[in-house]
């Protein structure tokens, strides 16, 4: 990584973050749809638990885990944006000189 970045210095911003953003966003969605992979199997084991707590939905409710399934994985790629647009940013030979 840090060989390729030392190699992109002579690269407009606009082309070094188009290169590396990408690959924060793939690492973060990755997580949290591990995440909630292993919540969701993680629910349906616990349904027989949760059942006599849940009232006006089912412990089987599709349209949550749906909306939860696709919620999450949004939020997280939201909660990456920034971070990851300013470290994009950064000129490589700065950063190692300090």
Do not use: N
């Amino acid at each position: 990584m840090a060989r390729a970045a030392l190699s992109t210095f002579s690269e407009s911003r606009f082309r070094k973050s188009a290169r590396y953003v990408p690959r924060i966003f793939g690492s973060a969605l990755r997580l949290s749809l591990t995440g909630v992979s292993v919540g969701a199997i993680a629910t349906i084991w616990a349904t027989r638990a949760l059942h006599a707590y849940l009232f006006g939905v089912t412990a089987t409710d599709p349209a949550t885990y749906l909306i939860v399934g696709i919620g999450l994985p949004l939020i997280a790629l939201a909660a990456c944006w920034r971070p990851a647009r300013r470290a994009a940013r950064i000129d490589p030979m700065t950063l190692l000189r300090q």
